[in-house]
């Protein structure tokens, strides 16, 4: 069965304090089946956007943690931003991307809702295509007043009683839940510090006002400058040079011009391809006329040798990262796939007709274990990278040297955890490797062996980079229980070994080193 797989994008109301963000993000990290596409921090609107994709289950059980962390360290009494907000998650939209629909996404909307409702008592309402009412599919409605209207209506005002959870607001405020096509969040800065002209240009812009359709727009100030925040719910009906050019023509009326434009989160390439027709008159274009949609069509060699002499490239320079951490994410990959390999070897002979389940097993998690590994080759470059933010951070007074002290033991936590995870996921290629090395094609058995070989030599190089890291860490509880883990992982890793070589010699005559 193909896997569903759903995009989602909840909003924040953080965007100054890095230790909550790294707080919130890190919630996504153990989730196998979700991924961080981007994220994007605001100090002026005071906002995190995430962009998430992954299969719906793993997705809607990761957001909904986040939700609760996010109302555990955001408060929003004392929240102050440029962008409209009524929650310390403001907003979780899901799009469906892959063998799934809207109406699947209202679905999950509806699941969610009714647990963060329940369990964390927030108020949430549905919007877009899972409203329940009419007049919440626009969010704007829903937050109109923002949080501090809603705080004093929810409870008196039966038009705002939420979809579920409580008629009352606690600090971490109200959550809108919904669903919906893909939209670019796009802004247009000014060359004036006047907001006012933004928020006139920005009334001609949006629909709502009798502008363009497909467009949602405000004037705010960000960075010293007038903005145009917009978004842009369908692109394809109302294309971005449309919305630009509206905007440069109106910002000429008030004496003034386009400064520049930025994107939040993620947008279709589409969107940029047709944009760039519509500026240069392309009427003839054509996408095959792209030099890399030919590369990727041409064949699977690449033309520059691989990601993989890329890789040991960059493992090569100067730089600090990519290091021991991603070569021994690396290296396990490398000991699943040869697993996923003799699997593959061994199915369909006859002669190992009695273990066809097992090889369809081993070749399934081996796949999945080469994916996560290969993940973990940047991710351990992004901890370490964060270890060397932290210590980067100003500590000319006492506020600042807590700050970056806590910073910096967050990030060395992800720092250990990161090849500790490592170290996990290699212990089940050395699993799997025993099974490949006892039931497995007789003729592949070396390549079982070199498996578990790598998968010992990738928890041995991992396992330093967490002791070394646990070294600077001055949670004593939290050193212990990695501590802990890594020292179970390698118990299990004496054994397995010794359960390949012994696979190896009894069933192939050979003894390994």
């Known amino acids: ?127 877009e295509a899972a409203a329940r009412i009419p007049g919440r599919k626009n969010l704007e409605n829903i937050r109109k007043g923002q949080y501090e209207g809603l705080k004093k209506e929810i409870s008196t005002d039966s038009a705002r009683k939420p979809d579920f ?25 000014l060359d004036t510090e006047d907001t006012a002209v933004a928020k006139k240009i920005a009334r001609t812009v949006r629909f709502s006002s009798g502008g363009l359709r497909f467009v949602k727009a405000m004037g705010v100030l960000v960075e010293g400058r007038a903005q145009v925040s917009m978004n842009l719910t369908n692109f394809n009906k109302t294309a971005i040079p449309q919305v630009v050019e509206m905007i440069r023509r109106e910002a000429e009326r008030y004496g003034t011009e386009i400064h520049h434009s930025e994107l939040i989160g993620l947008i279709p390439q589409k969107a940029l391809i047709d944009s760039a027709i519509w500026y240069l008159q392309l009427d003839q274009f054509s996408d095959e006329q792209i030099l890399e949609r030919k590369l990727e069509t041409a064949g699977n060699e690449p033309a520059d040798g691989g990601a993989e002499f890329e890789f040991l490239d960059a493992l090569a320079s100067k730089d600090p990262t990519p290091g021991g951490g991603s070569a021994a994410a690396f290296t396990a990959a490398e000991g699943a796939a040869l697993v996923a390999m003799v699997g593959r070897i061994t199915l369909g002979k006859k002669k190992y007709a009695d273990v066809q389940q097992d090889m369809e097993d081993i070749i399934r998690q081996a ?147």
């Not at 995009?7 to 089946?33: A, D």
């Not at 999950?108 to 549905?126: H, T």
């Open 367 to 513: 796949d999945e274990l080469k994916r996560i590994l290969s993940e973990l080759i940047n991710e351990d470059a992004k901890a370490f990278d964060a270890v060397m933010r932290a210590y980067r951070l100003p500590k000319e007074t006492e506020e600042q040297k807590r700050e970056r002290e806590s910073m910096i033991q967050a990030a060395t936590i992800q720092a250990a955890q990161v090849p500790l995870e490592t170290c996990q996921e290699a212990l089940k290629v050395m699993q799997l490797a025993v099974m490949a090395a006892s039931k497995g094609n007789k003729n592949a058995i070396t390549d079982a062996g070199t498996a578990s070989a790598l998968a010992v030599a990738a928890i041995t190089s991992a396992g330093a980079n967490v002791r070394i890291n646990l070294k600077s860490l001055t949670d004593t509880i939290m050193k212990e229980k990695l501590m802990t883990q890594l020292e179970a992982v390698e118990l299990e890793t004496r054994e397995l070994d010794k359960q390949v070589r012994e696979h190896v010699k009894t069933r192939a005559q050979i003894t390994l080193l």
């Open 165 to 189: 959870g409580p008629s009352e607001l606690g600090k971490a405020g109200a959550t809108v839940i919904g669903a919906r096509a893909p939209l670019i969040a796009f802004n247009v800065y």
């Open 1 to 127: 069965m193909e896997k569903k797989i759903v995009e989602c994008i909840p909003n924040f109301s953080e965007g100054r304090n890095q230790h909550v963000i790294e707080e919130i993000l890190g919630i996504f990290k153990p989730f196998k089946n979700v991924r961080v596409l981007d994220y994007h921090s605001d100090k002026d609107h005071n906002r995190t956007v995430v962009t998430l994709l992954g299969t719906s289950e793993a997705v809607e059980k990761a957001v909904f943690q986040a939700i609760k962390q996010a109302g555990e360290l955001i408060d929003m009494d004392v929240h102050k931003g440029e962008h409209p907000r009524i929650g310390a998650t403001d907003v979780v939209p899901f799009v469906p991307i892959q063998n799934m629909n809207v109406q699947e996404c209202v679905e999950i909307a509806e699941r969610l809702g009714e647990r963060v409702g329940s369990e964390l008592d927030i108020p949430v309402y549905l919007y």
